[in-house]
């Protein structure tokens, strides 16, 4: 099974601070794709940032990054000068082809990051 | 706007009852996903769709049904065959297999409670 792994429930740290949130992942496909999403108290689910597993370079969004490491299946997202508005739940997230070509998308349990002022 | 609208918000439901859940998006998206979130389990995979009349499991479909007669409509049955119904419910869609760097929309999710 295909599964996502986050082990952080939650996080808290202070304004303007540099933040990592980890998340790893278990699979046999070679073609897939890793995203964060963001859910703010409004439960809206907003696309952080996306990675493709056949690129190397690692994505960047302003002050979000990912440290990509295919081998070791992992996919951490780094939040640089963290903002009071960064506090939500961070959902890790990886679709890959499945059952005729369908595209799962399954989330890991999420790490509710707290930006304290 | 195209978006992805779930409906209603908030939802009520008395046990042994079957109640549907609304998720219509216009952003011509050929995959639409149904997901449950409970607090510290993230959201778990329903039922998928990635074209019209048809679906597939996903991780947690025991007493739930969907059908996906329309592109633009995959609505969520929650049967009373499903023992703890109460949960926050997301839909989402995606363009699909045409595109493989896909991100989903989400809808705005409908709070079900069994009373």
């Known amino acids: 099974a295909q599964t996502v792994t986050q082990s952080q429930p939650e996080m808290s740290v202070q304004e303007a601070e540099t933040v990592t949130l980890s998340c790893t992942y278990d699979t046999s496909e070679s073609n897939y794709y890793l995203f964060w999403y963001k859910q703010p108290p409004s439960r809206q689910m907003i696309l952080v940032i996306r990675?493709?597993?056949?690129?190397?370079q690692n994505a960047t969004e302003n002050r979000f990054s990912v440290n990509f490491q295919k081998a070791a299946k992992s996919f951490s997202l780094k939040i640089s000068d963290s903002q009071l508005g960064d506090t939500a739940m961070y959902f890790c997230?990886?679709?890959?082809?499945?059952?005729?070509?369908?595209?799962?998308?399954?989330f890991g349990q999420g790490t509710r990051l707290t930006i304290n002022p | 706007d195209g978006g992805i609208t779930q409906s209603p918000k908030y939802l009520f439901r008395k046990e042994g009852q079957n109640v549907t859940l609304s998720c219509e998006q216009n952003?011509?998206?050929?995959?639409m996903y149904w997901y449950r979130q409970d607090p510290g389990q993230g959201l778990r995979l329903i039922y998928y769709?990635?074209?019209?009349?048809?679906?597939q499991k996903g991780d947690i479909a025991e007493g739930y049904s969907v059908s996906r007669e329309k592109k633009e409509s995959f609505p969520l049955t929650v049967t009373s065959a499903q023992k703890n119904p109460t949960a926050f419910y997301l839909c989402?869609?995606?363009?699909?297999?045409?595109?493989?760097?896909?991100?989903?929309?989400f809808g705005q999710g409908t709070r079900l409670t069994v009373v």
């Open positions: 952003l011509n998206h050929d995959a």
């Open positions: 769709s990635q074209i019209v009349n048809d679906f």
């Open positions: 997230a990886f679709m890959y082809p499945h059952h005729q070509g369908a595209q799962k998308l399954v």
């Open positions: 990675q493709e597993a056949y690129k190397q």
């Open positions: 989402a869609s995606s363009i699909g297999p045409r595109f493989m760097n896909t991100e989903a929309f």
